[in-house]
């Protein structure tokens, strides 16, 4: 072998080249991350519960192994017993649950071609589902009609239509994660760091769409509360989930500097909130959440196939109506939680990566302190 190989003339050009290449290509990419506000970057002692589950896969069985594909959101229909949720293939499906997981029923019910993200019930049998391609869709009760209701306000389009809830009024409120951003793009909304989230209301009555909050992080799962006075919904990038007064229009925080990054929100009945977390603040996560040039580099990578979603120990946080934690149910082998929801004795999660529903009975496997 020549010794050019080893001199330091090589060994300069060998280090400075890939140097200035990769100065150069950062200058030249558009990604232009931001700085986060300060409450982002906090952590709140008032987020941490006073009792854990934090092996909660022990115990868990799986439900619809193989026939879910990327279950998102879960909601609940009491009448029927069936459980409704969106596929990443373009699937609504139900799903009858047994007592025996293997026993539970998947039915391929309505395919909207887009990708279906949050499932709410209207006043008259009809499924509302926000649908990230395609917008906000109204299912009728047997399935047979789909129809558009929206997928724009103020002359924007939507791009990631995320969640949605019914008021008693027939009123749906709705989160548009990012209106720059498209649902297959949600990473680099996220590395972003930047308000193109949306809060908005659609009237079935009068067929009006208003944007009730924009400049919002990720607008995520949203759910109204018992008393019909106001909504709670998530920011994800920044560990915030925060109440929106109907009435009197105003915003107020319901909790903040999460352990993890939340996702949907579900009220159970029963006086408390399920925040699912689809990963905790990682070492990772914390650096490129405080630095934008971390994230750039991240995004750069991503844009050649590197996955930038490190998730890890996911899990679901129960808050009372108040915002105050009780309980959390997580695993650190866990991750991609996006929904839980409490049917009966049981947790019910979805996911943004799994072939399955999640089912824990939080009697037999409860949240406990620790010791």
């Given at each position: 072998m020549s010794l050019?190989?080893?001199?330091?003339?090589?060994?300069f050009f060998a280090t400075i080249i890939p140097i200035l290449v990769s100065i150069a290509l950062y200058?030249?990419?558009?990604?232009?991350?931001?700085?986060?506000p300060a409450e982002a970057l906090a952590y709140?002692?008032?987020?941490?519960?006073?009792?854990?589950?934090?092996?909660?896969?022990?115990?868990?069985?799986f439900i619809g192994v193989g026939r879910l594909n990327s279950p998102e959101d879960i909601a609940y229909h009491p009448d029927s017993g069936l459980i409704y949720t969106g596929c990443v293939d373009g699937w609504v499906k139900r799903v009858k649950v047994h007592d025996s997981a293997n026993d539970s029923v998947v039915e391929d019910w309505v395919n909207t071609g887009g990708r279906p993200l949050g499932i709410a019930f209207g006043l008259h049998?009809?499924?509302?589902?926000?649908?990230?391609?395609?917008?906000?869709?109204?299912i009728s009760g047997?399935?047979?009609?789909?129809?558009?209701?929206?997928?724009?306000?103020?002359?924007?389009?939507f791009r990631i239509t995320d969640a949605v809830t019914v008021g008693d009024n027939g009123v749906l409120y709705f989160t548009d994660a990012s209106y720059k951003y498209s649902f297959h793009q949600f990473a680099f909304a996220i590395l972003e760091g930047k308000?193109?989230?949306?809060?908005?209301?659609f009237d079935p009555t009068t067929g009006v769409t208003r944007v009730l909050l924009r400049d919002l992080?990720?607008?995520?799962?949203?759910?109204?509360s018992p008393d019909q006075s106001h909504l709670v919904f998530c920011e994800t990038p920044i560990r915030r989930c925060s109440k929106y007064y109907i009435s009197e229009e105003r915003v107020e925080v319901f909790i903040q500097g999460l352990t993890g990054y939340p996702d949907n929100i579900r009220y159970d009945g029963d006086g408390h909130y399920w925040i699912a977390m689809p990963s905790t603040v990682t070492p990772l996560w914390k650096l490129g959440m405080k630095y934008p040039f971390l994230r750039k580099l991240t995004a750069m990578a991503a844009k050649y196939g590197f996955d930038p979603m490190f998730m890890e120990n996911a899990g679901v946080l129960q808050v009372d109506l108040e915002g105050k934690p009780i309980a959390l149910y997580h695993d650190h082998k866990s991750s991609h939680i996006t929904s839980g929801v409490k049917i009966g004795n049981h947790l019910y999660c979805g996911s943004l990566l799994h072939s399955h529903i999640m089912r824990l009975d939080i009697l037999k496997y409860p949240a406990q302190k620790k010791l």
């Open positions: 050019f190989f080893f001199s330091p003339r090589f060994l200058r030249l990419d558009t990604f232009d991350p931001a700085h986060l709140s002692t008032n987020s941490i519960p006073p009792l854990f589950n934090d092996r909660f896969l022990t115990g868990a069985d049998g009809e499924v509302i589902v926000a649908d990230a391609y395609k917008g906000l869709l109204n047997d399935g047979k009609k789909t129809e558009l209701l929206t997928d724009e306000a103020e002359g924007v389009r308000p193109h989230g949306r809060l908005l209301s992080y990720f607008a995520n799962g949203i759910s109204m």
